[in-house]
């Protein structure tokens, strides 16, 4: 079939069979707790969020679904996650041989200096970080949850496994009805699920180079320097941000120790690069705080990894732009490179393709409910960027609503990486120009 020969095509078309595949599990009746067959809208509004490691929910997932759906659950995003770092990478390596060595930077499928002969190397390494961290973080989330929290061994690891696997696939699917809000005051809850969502959400491109290049950060590539120096900044960023809007909400922040302060403006820092998970009641902050996570859910994660939204990468390519037009410089770059224009083409068309799609959303949205324009954008991007945080009002959306999230939730996925290397596949040389006449600009 021609379909298996188009990885454009095939791609997506898996994804879609196993969002089937898992509604078809969830709508069974052994899924549900009380046995009663889930409505079709439900188990596939759950099976997209959960292929597409995105965590938003219109049911709670530890009551709502037996532990045979909860299963079920944890395979999908599992699935989701390896397949997504999977085909970003190997879509790297297709996209990488289609055009020159100075144009192998890539916005949303990472190239690197991966090849094709890399191509065992690099699945090893994902399979094998990913098993790791997975294996490591379950562990001591169990041991602590069960020291601590009167848990049975059985459902402690239960619980580990799942919000182990959960945080590095960046899924946010949790087993309490308060995602880990009941863990807000440990940090040995907390830290553990901050470093698997950062892991994940690196991206296996920049875990290759620290495997090969470890702490030489001289011969790391420029995609590895962009994204770990990018990720930090807006770590940091989003950290003092939270810390200073939230510190005096009483419903928040505001009633915290300093250490527990700093945790969780911490850990909510992390959230938005599309973990999804919450120490802290998202409906209950500030709209400042929220126009903080709306740009740090649309922009994301690393490329290649388990992170939605735009990536780190993308941003920093707009970014360099700007200051090379202030600065009336000829050439855009970093770090003592520059970039192809086919790569500031591709960060450009990728964010503006985005937006417009939050805003379609965001306006259907807001056009047939009465809820407040803040909390739906909220929604919107969170689902679009994969993030799976929420105002708490997805269960309230009407059945449209809902359907408009999910195709966000697959879009964002999915879409933006098939996209993203149709852009850097399908380019080819222009043998002729027009005649050059400019526009009044602003």
Known sequence: MKLFHNPIRLVPSLFLLAIAIGTALLSLPIATADGVRAPFLTALFTATSAVAVTGL????????WSPFGQ???????????????????LFGIIAGRSFGLHER????????????????????????VTLAVEAAVALVLAIRMAAAYDMGL???????????????????????????????????????????????????????????????????????????????????????????????????????????????????????????????????????????????MFIGGGSAGTAGGIKVTTFIVLFAIVLAEVFGRRDVGLFGR?????????????????????????????????????EVLFECISAFATVGMSTGITADLPPSAQVVIAALMFIGRVGMITFATALAIGSHPQLYRYPKENLIVG
């Open 154 to 296: 059985g459902m402690a690891l239960w619980n580990g496994v799942f919000h182990a696997v959960s945080a590095f696939n960046n899924a946010g699917f949790s087993t309490h009805a308060d995602s880990v809000m009941g863990y807000q005051s440990d940090p040995l809850i907390l830290i553990p699920i901050m470093v698997a969502i950062t892991l994940g959400a690196i991206g296996f491109p920049v875990m290759q180079d620290l495997r090969d290049k470890r702490f030489d950060w001289r011969r790391w590539s420029l995609h590895s320097k962009v994204t770990i120096y990018g990720s930090a900044a807006l770590l940091v960023l989003g950290f003092v941000a939270i810390l200073a809007m939230e510190w005096n909400n009483a419903q928040t922040l505001g009633p915290m120790a300093l250490g527990d302060k700093a945790l969780n403006a911490a850990f909510h820092s992390v959230m938005p690069r599309t973990a999804g998970f919450n120490s802290l009641d998202v409906g209950a902050f500030r709209e400042s705080t929220l126009m903080v996570n709306y740009l740090l």
């Open 71 to 89: 299963v079920a659950i944890l395979l999908m995003f599992q699935i989701g996650g390896l397949g997504i770092m999977t085909a970003a990478t």
């Open 338 to 374: 520059r970039f192809g224009h086919e790569v500031e083409r591709q960060a450009l068309t990728v964010t503006v393709l985005a937006a417009s799609l939050v805003f379609a959303a965001t306006t259907y949205i807001v056009s047939i409910t009465t809820l407040p324009l803040a």
């Open 105 to 128: 930077l890539a916005t949303q499928v990472e190239r690197g200096r991966l090849e094709r002969g890399d191509a065992l190397s690099v699945l090893k390494l994902v399979i094998g």
């Open 57 to 64: 929910v219109v049911v709670d997932t530890g009551s709502y």
